[in-house]
């Protein structure tokens, strides 16, 4: 080599360094997304109006955001929970579809009485999450077949078996769509009179609380850290890791399974094939530029909400489709993900390290 | 008879672009990179193949334009994961994102709509063979170039100076470095090879079977070629196995379908998942462990002891 140089990791990242080259990740990725909207034809001085104004500032589109938001903040958290035990949950979705089976299997078969149904649907559907995660943390602890791979092709197992029901048993015989037949009044979450926003949201809320003293003011969070950074010292500290790991990850599960549970008791009344679109990807990316903090997670949760609100505008008037919100959720991560490394190292040019 | 050559005939449509697939996984995983850009790769490699045949008339300029669109975002996660040193997984994530957002983005002009692309050759007496006439010889020249490709990895892997240089920088990038091998500079070039074949695997789909482009045409094929990858323990050779396996299970529903057999569609349709789970449990269980002991490990010249 011409010169020589070394990476040498940072021991202590400044929290200016760190907040600076996060922001600036942040802005040339959001910086490319606009150019990428220009290009496709976008006018830019819509951009503003369509992208900001229409889904924040006017009621319609806020109500609107908001009422996507609530399963995003959910796939947030669930993703937030189970990569801090190092926990690969590359199945959101799944379990968000065992979920909403779970939440609908309530209401066809009528369980309970008609007063307090709702909320057996949220417990089921928080039930069905939980179980669908369950299985390849029992995989991964007993036989170590990998969770990223066993978790999302049983996603598309739950995929499968929804398709199963909605074409099959629970088809409503009066629409010509493969959708089951809407849940009853009483059985759905009260709407709070602005747009279709429902009472979901302060179980969303509720949820980013609970996560919050769970993960940063619990014994459990606590350990869940020390094993997240190192299971070995984990280990030998005495922590009792599987009982942590367990706890972290069935927790995923079961937030994920009520975003299922609450698009169907809230926003939907019925199981759709249209429920968990993209939800895996979208939780990740929300967990990782609230840089796994659960309260950061809500305002992250909405504003990613404003942007697939706004890319149903695109859609209508641009003909872009929904893969251009999945390719600019693409570009921000990479972007953060690549401007890390100024954070995460120096480049030393002077020599080379001594082995 | 027929049911059975029919069936035949049809498994190397699902199982060669998941070969092409796992061949490229292979790659990457033997240089030490976990890869979950597959899905990705495979979709802007259906899409360009797609669109170049359409504009062009051409599959073949099509085929090079997939593999050639696969290889650039190949180069992209590479960058990221062997020079940046990202994260692995969170890399491949995104770059799986613009793989499938680009190609919905770009492919939106050229989305449904059916061209002229790769058929099988004209071999009158072999593809009336009973049983294999159809699996063999009914099959567009790209199967074959696949078949070819497996040998040619297989020998590169175990048999040149390069292929020896991709296993010790997955097994021990610590000591590869020190025999001046640039662990960086291999896994660049895996992560180019592998974003390569897995445009390939999605050419495949869309140039030599279906014949259009249509959104979510690779329906999680880079994710099922990634548990291969482990099924094949790390083998070229035995991916192909794998791959025909699946492809034989994958297409055993559409022909009793088309029998006229009243089957629970969707729940056949499982099979190949908690097939493959299966295979997984079965495969990390075995006493070989044969996975690439720096798997997933970012390496870095200053962590050396």
């Known amino acids: ?39 496709a034809g976008v006018p830019a001085d819509m951009l503003f109006d369509d992208l900001v104004w229409q889904v924040f500032f006017q009621a319609d589109g806020l109500a609107q955001t908001l009422t996507l938001s609530i399963p995003l903040i959910l796939a947030g958290l669930s993703a937030a929970l189970a990569l801090r035990v190092k926990f690969w949950n590359i199945g959101i979705e799944g379990q968000l579809w065992l979920g909403a089976i779970a939440a609908m299997a309530v209401s066809i078969y009528g369980v309970g009485s008609d007063s307090y149904r709702w909320a057996l649907m949220l417990v089921a559907a928080m039930a069905g999450g939980t179980l669908w995660i369950a299985v390849p943390l029992w995989l991964k602890e007993r036989f170590h077949a990998s969770e990223l791979v066993v978790t999302l092709l049983l996603s598309n197992v739950a995929f499968q078996l929804m398709l199963h029901l909605l074409f099959g048993a629970w088809r409503d015989p009066t629409q010509s769509f493969p959708i089951s037949p809407a849940i009853s009044e009483p059985e759905r979450l009260l709407k709070l009179g602005f747009g279709n926003l429902h009472t979901g949201l302060f179980a969303s809320i509720g949820m980013v609380f609970l996560v919050m003293w769970i993960m940063e003011r619990s014994r459990l969070g606590f350990q869940s850290r020390i094993l997240g950074s190192n299971r070995q010292v984990a280990e030998a500290s005495g922590i009792a890791v599987g009982t942590t790991l367990v706890v972290m990850v069935l927790l995923s599960g079961a937030m994920a399974g009520l975003a299922g549970g609450l698009l169907v008791a809230g926003t939907e009344y019925r199981l759709t094939q249209h429920l968990g679109w993209n939800m895996t990807f979208s939780g990740i990316v929300i967990a990782f530029i609230a840089r796994f903090r659960p309260f950061w997670v809500l305002p992250v949760a909405v504003v990613l909400a404003g942007v697939y609100n706004a890319g149903a505008t695109l859609k209508v008037f641009y003909g872009l489709t929904e893969a251009t919100v999945l390719l600019m959720q693409g570009i921000v991560l990479l972007s953060l993900l690549w401007c890390q490394f100024i954070a995460a190292f120096s480049i030393d040019r002077r020599q080379e390290v001594s082995v | 008879m027929s049911f059975i050559s029919f069936w035949f005939a049809s498994i190397p449509v699902s199982a060669l672009p998941l070969l092409l697939a796992c061949l490229g996984l292979i790659l990457s995983e033997r240089s030490g990179v976990v890869n979950l850009g597959a899905e990705g790769y495979m979709a802007v490699g259906a899409m360009s193949g797609a669109s170049v045949t359409l504009l062009t008339g051409s599959p073949w300029l099509g085929v090079g334009a997939g593999v050639l669109a696969g290889c650039c975002l190949g180069l992209l996660f590479a960058f990221s994961v062997a020079v940046l040193k990202a994260d692995q997984i969170l890399s491949g994530l995104a770059v799986m994102a613009i793989g499938l957002g680009l190609s919905g983005f770009i492919g939106r002009h050229w989305v449904h709509q059916p061209f002229n692309g790769m058929t099988a050759p004209d071999l009158p007496g072999l593809q009336q063979l009973p049983l294999l006439g159809g699996l063999l010889f009914k099959q567009p020249l790209l199967a074959w170039v696949s078949i070819l490709l497996v040998i040619v990895i297989a020998w590169t892997l175990h048999r040149t100076r390069i292929g020896l240089r991709f296993t010790a920088v997955g097994e021990d990038p610590a000591a590869a470095d020190n025999a001046g091998i640039s662990v960086p500079g291999v896994q660049m070039l895996a992560g180019m090879l592998c974003g390569a074949l897995c445009g390939l695997g999605g050419a495949y789909l869309s140039v030599a079977s279906a014949h259009i482009w249509v959104d979510n045409m690779v329906a999680g094929r880079g994710w099922i070629a990634l548990a291969l990858v482990v099924f094949a323990r790390w083998r070229p050779g035995r991916a192909l196995i794998g791959a025909l396996l699946f492809g034989a299970v994958d297409m055993l529903l559409p022909r009793l379908q088309a029998q006229g057999l009243q089957v629970p569609v969707y729940l056949m349709g499982m099979l190949p998942y908690l097939l493959t789970i299966l295979v997984l449990v079965l495969a990390t269980r075995s006493r070989y462990r044969d996975e690439p002991a720096a798997l997933g490990v970012t390496y870095l010249r200053q962590d050396r002891h």
Do not use: W
């Open chain 1, 1 to 39: 080599m011409a010169f020589q140089f070394a990476l040498q990791r940072r021991a202590n990242t400044s929290f200016l360094r760190s907040s600076l080259t996060f922001s600036g990740g942040l802005l040339l990725g959001l910086l490319l997304c606009v150019a990428l909207l220009i290009q």
